[in-house]
């Protein structure tokens, strides 16, 4: 054999008759010639001269021949047989006539439906070749041809071995792939861009290794580049062993979860995450492709009926960063601020639509009960709420809803009835060395039917993917719903693509609730979490919520948290301006710190717009507090109720709602609803029906209701001056006695940490010490006490309220 390229052209090879060259590579030429005896057309590949003289390559020739032959699949070239001429080797193979899959893409913008089309075949093959015990290793559109019929076949096992338990590193054969591609040009863009970590390393290949290649191809079809694709060889090699790919959906609208979930496994670095068994991923794959081709034929027989698309509204995402406590919500103005990411798009129903419309995510339940995994449990539950509430399409209910069923045993179906929804997800969480496996289901709430469920076994640096195809299945599969581009972007949106600093996140959101030393927890971890990824815009704005929390409840200086919390809220409206967090927290700096009233409406306004299950109820709490505080407590009262309608089970906006009713002159009203919360709010029900009693000059009722809040607290401490007291009063003295017992808790406090001098002023006005009272105001106004905009709305001023000083000092807060 000549170098000429084409030299073998008209002439006989054993029983073949050389017709023309078909194409040239690194082992030889490959003929289109005419078997003499049978009259068939076949391809021939004549081995190179310079590689026929290497016994090495000689070897690997009639390997692939071997391994080849073995394989009967209608997508995997056949083998007719291996001879020699003289000194010429060659294989005889069927004749594919069509073109390469590089060449098909070169001239195709392909539809899913097409990919799918091409995909499962090929998949169907490689399993084929898996259960031969072949291994291909250097799958690649090059080796792939579609005929003009569009059947897929599988060409050129000429890398292809048989596995041998566990592959030495140091066999030449593990090298090959790389070696050739880092000393041929042409080769890298194929080669190298196809391989697998483990190949790209110099370790053993087995069918793992396929399955990186199969989905590196799968990707491409759908997206019209690799995912790991470099300017050099390198630093492509260099991606392939570190780097994650670039998110599928975010690449190619359209694509559904259980695609996104074929690739990620398949592109997972570690090969035991992904598909033990390559004839189960081939499975996947063609019930993928049969559902879609189904889902297509009836999308066109619905267009021949004019079917028309239903326009979709802004959706947007909720995380709640403060609680709601008692002594926030009734006079510090506390309260939960809430995030939103918004998307709008149009979106229209899969022809197979359940009609499910409004469903609920109960907390996922600690499997193990391991207390470091109750973290995940709730940061997955919420994650969850965010991303499919973005939905227009959908109503969620809210966080605070259904964190009402947390450590409770009941069963969905109740439950569902009780929130009035359509379907239920429940789920389990199990979180051990280093993995997590996370089971979810979706059941339908009237007849009691799993629409969807599935288990998850991810390392724990998954968890926000796993949160993707949670929600994308739940969307795709259980309740059917055709995404537009627009929307499947937004269902996968994270604010964060490091999984450090994400975990860091969801564990300072756990610890938010825990009282001071919680806020300080959460602080150090977000602080970390920023520190690690600067972009992370919801890790900021919950740093910004922990300085407005500590301000709130006294336990820092508000003057130095306020500036700290600007800063860090600042940072994430800079990252991400459409995250209602930052406009609810902008919201509570302005009405708290600043007394700009305009900018704080205009702000709580902004958080407000989100659909329900994203519903900002905490930022809603702060926005009826500042109504309330300027002297408009029907505002307030209306603003509560928005909250109470996304939100009937939580019993603090119960009493809010009977605080407003009361503020707003209806007594009754907020009689009969302190009364109705009295089961689940025992002492804060008691104490708001006290106060209710007292402004009816109803004293009595209201010293019993005052006696029954401290019993519910078990709280001895005025149990004389509560047997003794009577009338007005009496219950004067109980007010009295009650401002003496908290000025010594603050004096106590005071001696280790911070303790507000407006506190220390409320206190002695509650008794009547004017001057004592007075003496504290300049303090407070240095300090920047968060509770002087509660100076005109606060009952515990009125024995001080006509005091010029006190006048004084609400103008100079600028109240209305």
């Known amino acids: 054999m000549t170098s000429d390229r084409g030299a073998f052209a008209g002439r006989q090879l054993g029983g073949y008759q050389i017709l ?11 003929y289109r010639a005419r078997d003499v005896k049978l009259g068939r057309e076949v391809a021939l590949k004549v081995l190179a001269r310079s590689a026929a003289g290497d016994p090495g390559y000689l070897r690997r020739f009639e390997e692939e021949a071997r391994l080849a032959s073995v394989i009967n699949h209608p997508n995997i070239v056949t083998i007719y047989g291996v001879g020699e001429d003289g000194d010429i080797t060659y294989i005889a193979m069927e004749l594919v006539q069509g073109r390469t899959l590089r060449e098909f893409l070169a ?130 090699l260099s991606a392939i062993i570190r780097e994650q790919p670039p998110a599928i959906q975010t690449a190619r609208a359209g694509v559904t979860s259980p695609i996104q979930q074929i690739i990620e496994r398949c592109l997972a670095k570690d090969p035991g995450d992904r598909y033990a068994d390559t004839q189960q991923l081939a499975t996947e794959l063609r019930e993928i492709r049969d559902r879609w081709n189904r889902a297509s034929e009836l999308d066109a027989s619905q267009a021949r009926t004019a079917a028309v698309p239903i326009s979709g509204r802004t959706s947007g995402a909720v995380a709640p960063v403060i609680g709601v406590t008692r002594r926030r919500a009734l006079w510090l103005a506390g309260g939960t601020i809430t995030t939103a990411a918004a998307g709008l798009g149009v979106w229209r129903l899969w022809p197979h639509d359940t009609g499910i419309r409004v469903l609920a995510v109960l907390p996922f339940v600690n499997a193990a009960n391991d207390k470091d995994a109750e973290y995940l449990c709730d940061g997955i539950t919420e994650s969850l709420i965010q991303q499919i509430s973005r939905l227009p399409s959908l109503t969620v209910m809210a966080r605070s809803t259904v964190f009402n069923f947390k450590g409770k045993t009941i069963d969905p179906r109740a439950a569902g009835r009780q929130l009035s929804v359509d379907a239920i997800l429940t789920g389990t969480v199990t979180s051990r060395s280093g993995r997590l496996r996370i089971t979810a289901e979706l059941v339908e709430v009237a007849t009691g039917a799993q629409l969807w469920g599935n288990t998850y076994d991810r390392t724990a640096a998954q968890v926000v993917s796993v949160q993707d195809e949670i929600a994308s299945a739940i969307v795709d599969e259980g309740i059917r719903l055709r995404l537009t581009g627009d929307q499947r972007r937004q269902l996968a949106h994270h604010s964060t693509g ?89 919201g509570n700096i302005a009405f708290l710190f600043s007394w700009d009233w305009t900018t704080a409406e205009r702000e709580f306004e902004i958080a407000m717009k989100a659909p329900s299950g994203l519903l900002p109820t905490g930022g809603l709490v702060t926005y009826a ?94 149990d004389e001056v509560l047997k003794r007291a009577r009338g007005a009063d009496g219950y004067r003295e109980i007010e009295i006695a009650a401002a003496r017992l908290e000025l010594e808790v603050l004096q106590n406090r005071a001696a280790t940490t911070y303790v507000s001098p407006l506190d220390f002023a409320r206190t002695h006005a509650q008794q009547g010490e004017t001057e004592k009272a007075f003496s504290y105001f300049d303090a407070a106004f240095v300090d920047r006490t968060p509770g002087l905009v509660f100076l005109k709305a606060d009952r515990a001023w009125d024995a001080i309220r006509s005091d010029p000083r006190f006048l004084a000092a609400v103008r100079r807060v600028g109240l209305p």
């Open 20 to 30: 023309s060259l078909l194409g040239a590579g690194g082992m030889g030429e490959v």
């Open 107 to 236: 001239g195709h913008s392909l539809r899913i439906g097409e990919v799918l089309d091409l995909a499962a075949p090929l998949a169907d093959a490689i399993a084929a070749a898996h259960t031969g015990g072949i291994v291909h290793r250097d799958l690649k559109p090059e080796n792939v041809m579609v005929t003009s019929e569009g059947l897929v076949k599988v060409l050129d096992f000429g890398l292809a071995k048989r596995p041998r338990g566990v592959d030495s590193p140091d066999d030449p054969e593990n090298r090959v792939a790389t070696r050739a591609a880092l000393t041929h040009e042409g080769m890298i863009l194929g080669t190298v861009g196809y391989m697998s970590p483990e190949q790209a390393a110099g370790r053993s290949a087995g069918i793992a290794s396929d399955q990186f290649s199969f989905g590196v191809l799968f990707y491409e079809l759908l997206c019209g580049r690799r995912p790991f694709e470099r300017d050099t060889a390198v630093e492509t």
């Open 498 to 586: 490091d999984p450090e600093a994400y975990e860091w996140y969801l564990r300072a959101q756990h610890a938010m609730d825990k009282g001071e030393e919680g806020l300080l927890q959460a602080r150090e971890l977000l602080e970390r979490a920023t520190a690690r990824d600067p972009q992370f815009a919801l890790a900021h704005s919950l740093l910004a919520a922990t300085h407005v929390t500590m301000a709130i409840d006294g336990y820092e200086r508000p003057a130095d948290a306020w500036l700290l919390a600007n800063v860090s809220n600042r940072r994430a409206l800079e990252l991400d301006a459409e995250l209602p967090a930052v406009h609810a927290i902008t």
């Open 625 to 718: 507090l500042e109504r309330w505080a300027l002297g408009h407590p029907d505002d307030a009262l209306r603003i509560v109720r928005r909250i109470r309608q996304a939100d009937p089970l939580t019993s603090n906006y119960a009493l809010l709602e009977a605080l407003y009713l009361f503020y707003s002159g209806q007594l009754e009203a907020a009689v009969a609803l302190y009364e109705n919360t009295i089961r689940d709010e025992p002492i804060a029900a008691f104490l708001g029906l006290a106060d209710v009693r007292r402004a009816q000059g109803r004293f009595d009722e209201a010293i019993e209701a005052r006696r029954r809040g401290h019993q519910a607290a078990g709280d001895e401490a005025l």
